[in-house]
Structures are given as C-alpha cells and as structure tokens.
C-alpha cells in the first residue's frame, strides 16, 4: 500500500470516528439536554431513571397511546418460561430487556439502531424470542424511525 492510498485510509477513517462521535452526542443530548458535568445533568439523568422505573412497573396499565405520550414510540413484549422480554425503540436505540419479576433479575442492553439493523444476530435472537411477525413488524418501525430523522 502506498503512501498516498494511506493517507486517504487515515483521513477516512478519522472521518468514521467524528461522525460516530457526533451520533454519540446527538443521542446524549436527546437524552438529556444538559451538558455532562452540570448539576442539572445529573436531576435530568435522576429524572429519567425514575420515569423508567415507573413505566417498567406500570407498563401493563398503559396503552399505546399513553406510552406515545411518554416517548416511548414502539414497544413488543412477550413471556417465555419465567422471563419476559420487551423490545423498545427510543430515539436512535432498539432497547433489549429481559427479567423474571425481580429487580436483581432485570437486564438490558441498548443498542444503536444501524447496529441492530447490521446485526443478524441480534435480529435472530428478537426473531427467536418474540416470533417472524414481530421482528418484521420492529425492523418496519426502526426504518420508519430511521426516515422520519433523516427528514
């Protein structure tokens, strides 16, 4: 490889890295307004810690059109065995859960829309967990979330 050819394999590839991290803070701070450091980070940060504390414990009172009103765009949820499942899409992330009823139990992993739409594994796993229907039904909304960011 010659010189040239890496240089512009360098230039891309800081390219890659600003791009990411300005995908980084855009979810930040639509996640939380304030800069990192400010005391009221941490309230917003409290405050939304809380609120999700309240949605996983009232989920199964709301409906559609009131989890909408909180933000919560999509939401699947299914029981296997002992574990519940619940998929959720948030801003940019597909949130994975999962739990047996209690606290120590509650896992989750978020994970970056373009990640998850690369990922066929994780696309598997919903597929596995929560049936074809479903993991169609959420890889529809992710692209239609995907679209209506982009406009």
Do not use: C
């Not at 980084?24 to 701070?29: G, P």
């Not at 994975?96 to 978020?110: A, I, V």
Request: no cysteine; hydrophobic share 35%; proline share 5%.
């Amino acid at each position: 490889m010659d010189k040239e050819r890496r240089r512009q394999l360098k230039a891309l590839g800081k390219a890659e890295v600003a791009r990411q991290s300005a995908a980084v803070w855009n979810a930040l701070r639509e996640a939380n307004p304030a800069k990192p450091g400010d005391p009221e980070w941490s309230k917003n940060y409290r405050r939304g810690v809380e609120r999700e504390k309240w949605l996983r414990k009232n989920l199964p009172l709301l409906g559609p059109k009131q989890l909408h009103e909180f933000g919560v765009k999509h939401y699947w949820r299914t029981t296997v065995g002992r574990e519940n499942y619940a998929i959720t899409l948030q801003g940019n992330l597909v949130r994975l859960t999962k739990h047996s009823g209690t606290p120590e139990s509650f896992g989750g992993n978020d994970v970056p829309i373009s990640r998850f739409l690369r990922s066929k594994k994780l696309q598997q796993h919903v597929k596995e967990i929560f049936g074809e229907a479903a993991l169609n039904e959420v890889l529809s909304a992710v692209s239609a979330n995907i679209g209506s960011s982009n406009a």
